[in-house]
C-alpha cells in the first residue's frame, strides 16, 4: 500500500520567509503525488500534482513542490510567506484501483502559521 | 459550475439516532468519494463510487456505515445507530473519470456532533 509522511503537524514562519513543508512517499510503482490545502471551514483545494511529467511542479498561489525519487520526497515550498497563507496542508499519493478509477491517499496534515 | 454540494453543513443528533449526509457531485463527474477527517486519525477514505457503483467501501468503518449512489447526481452516507465515537467532518469529493492522475473536488463537508 502507499502512504506518505509529513514531518511537523505544526509548522511556523514570518511573514516574508520562505515556507517548507515537508512530504515523503513509500510507493512500489511511480506514483502520482498531490498537495491539498485546506482553509478553516472548508473542503479541500488542489494547490499542485505532480505527473510524471516534470519534476518540479508549480501550483497556485506562488507554491511549488519537488519531485526527488532519489529521496522520495515531495516537499512543498514558497518562497515568501504571505499572511493568507495560514491553513492547513495536506500531501497525498494516489493509487489506481484493479476495477478502475483512483484512490487517494493523505497525510496527517501540517498546519501553517503565519506570524508578523 | 456550483462544486460539490453537501448537506448539511452541521448536523447535531443524540446517540442511537439515524444520521444520513447527502452529497450532490459535480454534474459530469464519474467518480464520488466519502471522507472522513478527525484531529486523531486525519482524512480517511471511507467509500468510493465509479459510475454509480461501489468500487471499494473497505474504509467503511462498521455496519452502522452505509453509502449509496443511486444516480449520478446524488450520494447518501448513513449512520444508524450513530454513536459519540462518530463526530467528525465528513467531506464528499468527486472527479471526473476517477483516473489516478486527476484531482479531487471537495464540497465543504458536514460537522457531525453525536451526543
Known amino acids: 500500500a502507499q502512504s506518505v509522511t509529513q514531518l511537523g503537524s505544526h509548522v511556523s514562519v514570518s511573514e516574508g520567509a520562505l515556507v517548507l513543508l515537508r512530504c515523503n512517499y513509500s510507493?512500489?510503482?511511480?506514483?502520482?503525488l498531490f498537495w491539498y490545502v485546506q482553509y478553516p471551514n472548508q473542503g479541500l483545494q488542489l494547490l499542485l500534482k505532480y505527473t510524471s511529467a516534470a519534476t518540479l511542479v508549480k501550483g497556485i498561489n506562488g507554491f511549488e513542490a519537488e519531485f526527488k525519487k532519489s529521496e522520495t520526497s515531495f516537499h512543498l515550498t514558497k518562497p515568501s510567506a504571505h499572511m493568507s497563507d495560514a491553513a492547513e496542508y495536506f500531501c497525498a499519493v494516489s493509487e489506481g484501483f484493479t476495477g478502475g478509477g483512483n484512490k487517494l491517499t493523505f497525510g496527517t496534515g501540517t498546519q501553517l502559521k503565519v506570524e508578523l | 459550475d456550483a462544486g460539490v454540494i453537501q448537506s448539511p453543513r452541521h448536523e447535531v443528533t443524540e446517540m442511537g439516532q439515524e444520521v444520513t449526509l447527502r452529497c450532490k457531485p459535480i454534474s459530469g463527474h464519474n467518480s464520488l468519494f466519502w471522507y472522513r477527517q478527525t484531529m486523531m486519525r486525519g482524512l480517511e477514505l471511507l467509500i468510493y463510487f465509479n459510475n454509480n457503483v461501489p468500487i471499494d467501501d473497505s474504509g467503511m468503518p462498521e455496519d452502522r456505515f452505509s453509502a449509496k449512489m443511486p444516480n449520478a447526481s446524488f450520494s447518501t452516507l448513513k449512520i444508524q445507530p450513530s454513536e459519540p465515537r462518530d463526530s467528525a467532518v465528513y467531506f464528499c469529493a468527486s472527479s471526473p473519470r476517477g483516473s489516478a492522475n486527476e484531482k479531487l473536488f471537495f464540497g465543504s463537508g458536514t460537522q457531525l456532533s453525536v451526543l
Open positions: 510507493s512500489s510503482v511511480p506514483p502520482y
